[in-house]
């Protein structure tokens, strides 16, 4: 099985950098995938991370430890439209397609 | 623009009516997912296709039937939804691309009402 914690809620100013981060526990590792998701709408995809280290994609970069079971999304020059959910899902098991499973999500709450 | 599309965006039904929820996709991809998602709750897949090959998860009541006429449809059934079955009901595609990492890309929901 896999299992995914993250912190529930987290606030920070516009203009700021802020780090959220992500454990998990999981058997056949294949991927760990960032989501954004505004109030009412359905998850749109930021990044995923097979292999150690950091991807950096504009603002927004992700980190990952496999032998840890670590990862962060580190949003940078935060903005208010940045205010809404971040999923961390974890990719697991083996053949053409692989079950991923959805941390319960950080709010993001940006304030000016 | 290649895209998930899910209609109703909305859906409102009478406890224990049937109702039937719709994705299409231009996507061409191989695997379609239903997620059901509670306010507040991470994603909880119920069941996906690859190809045409149905793959329920072990707690997905049955209650909820799924059908993927084509490459490019899939149904969610819920044959008599009850008041803990109103949840945002995501649908979801992926290449299915054996030995990588296969990036699910999410339609813009269908939110179901039960009265």
């Known amino acids: 099985g896999q299992n995914i914690d993250q912190p529930t809620e987290m606030t920070a100013t516009e203009g700021a950098i802020v780090q959220i981060n992500c454990t998990y526990q999981?058997?056949?590792?294949?991927?760990l995938f960032w989501y954004q998701q505004h109030a009412g709408e359905a998850p749109t995809f930021l990044s995923y991370?097979?292999?150690?280290g950091l991807e950096e994609k504009g603002r927004f970069s992700s980190f990952l430890s496999r032998s840890k079971g670590y990862s962060y999304l580190l949003l940078k020059e935060l903005q208010m439209k940045d205010s809404a959910s971040y999923l961390c899902?974890?990719?697991?098991?083996?053949?053409?397609?692989?079950?991923?499973?959805f941390g319960t999500g950080t709010k993001l709450q940006v304030i000016p | 623009d290649a895209m998930v599309i899910q209609n109703p965006r909305y859906q409102v039904t009478q406890f224990g009516k049937p109702v039937t929820l719709s994705c299409s996709q231009t996507?061409?991809?191989?695997?379609m997912y239903w997620y059901q998602q509670k306010s507040s709750q991470a994603p909880k897949l119920l069941f996906h296709y690859y190809d045409k090959d149905f793959n329920n998860e072990a707690d997905t009541p049955d209650n909820f039937q799924s059908r993927r006429p084509n490459t490019s449809f899939c149904f969610l059934d819920i044959r008599s939804p009850g008041l803990g079955d109103a949840a945002m009901y995501l649908c979801?595609?992926?290449?299915?691309?054996?030995?990588?990492?296969?990036?699910?890309?999410f339609g813009p929901g269908t939110r179901l009402t039960v009265l």
């Open positions: 979801a595609t992926s290449r299915g691309r054996s030995g990588t990492t296969d990036t699910q890309y």
């Open positions: 996507l061409n991809h191989n695997v």
């Open positions: 899902a974890v990719s697991g098991g083996s053949g053409g397609y692989q079950k991923v499973t």
């Open positions: 991370n097979v292999l150690d």
């Open positions: 999981t058997s056949g590792f294949n991927g």
